[in-house]
């Protein structure tokens, strides 16, 4: 993993990658909860034997952001390939006169440390807020907020990673999550507007 040991400065995560997954011809392709639940399953499966770390996802109607990490970029791109094959062939199956063509686009995040990631996943947690799905980023499913706050456990998020840098114990660790979910909008905001994928969000409301 890559987290660093007590002591040491910063632990630099070389590969990091923001991901997109979206189709940009037709409707919302995750516009129910089966599509998004069938996507999530297909990317576990895909990230599993790679050895990748995704520390955030976050699924909208239109398209599914994913934040990780891995010791080569091969890896990421095998994993994130399978998942849209996979995806694609059931969502034709389910929708048989479909024409969608799905694409990946990758962002490689030079420089960026632990706190980095954490403050960059944190804004991914809001964008549905953001897109006025919700009013508040812990009211909508289709985050990995609620593997950090421990509501739900899919396998793609090891929220211990950094509950333990954030607190001692659990329940400090759940505190603080919860706090910079409350507070950290506007820094994380700032942080995501550095990254081209945040600018082309799709503005397509629920």
């Known amino acids: 993993m890559y987290i660093q040991e007590k002591g040491a400065n910063r632990n630099i995560c070389q590969q990091v990658c923001c991901i997109t997954f979206g189709e940009t011809s037709s409707g919302p392709v995750f516009g129910n909860e089966i599509e998004k639940k069938r996507f999530l399953d297909m990317l576990l499966n895909a990230i599993q034997d790679l050895k990748i770390n995704v520390y955030a996802y976050c699924v909208l109607d239109y398209e ?110 759940l505190r603080k999550i919860k706090a910079l979910h409350r507070q950290a909008q506007p820094e994380g905001e700032r942080l995501y507007r550095d990254v081209s994928i945040y600018k082309n969000v799709s503005e397509k409301k629920k």
């Not at 799905?102 to 980095?116: A, C, H, R």
């Not at 009211?139 to 593997?147: A, I, M, Q, V």
């Open 64 to 173: 599914a952001y994913i934040l990780a990490t891995a010791d080569g970029r091969k890896k990421i791109r095998l994993a994130m390939q399978k998942t849209k094959q996979q995806f694609q062939e059931h969502y034709r199956k389910r929708f048989p006169e479909s024409k969608e063509k799905f694409q990946i686009e990758y962002e490689w995040l030079k420089g960026y440390d632990m706190k980095q990631i954490m403050q960059l996943g944190i804004a991914f947690h809001f964008l549905p807020a953001r897109y006025n799905y919700v009013q508040m980023p812990e009211d909508y499913w289709w985050t990995s907020l609620k593997e950090y706050e421990l509501r739900y456990h899919s396998g793609i998020i090891r929220p211990e990673i950094f509950l333990t840098k954030l607190a001692g114990s659990q329940k400090q660790a």
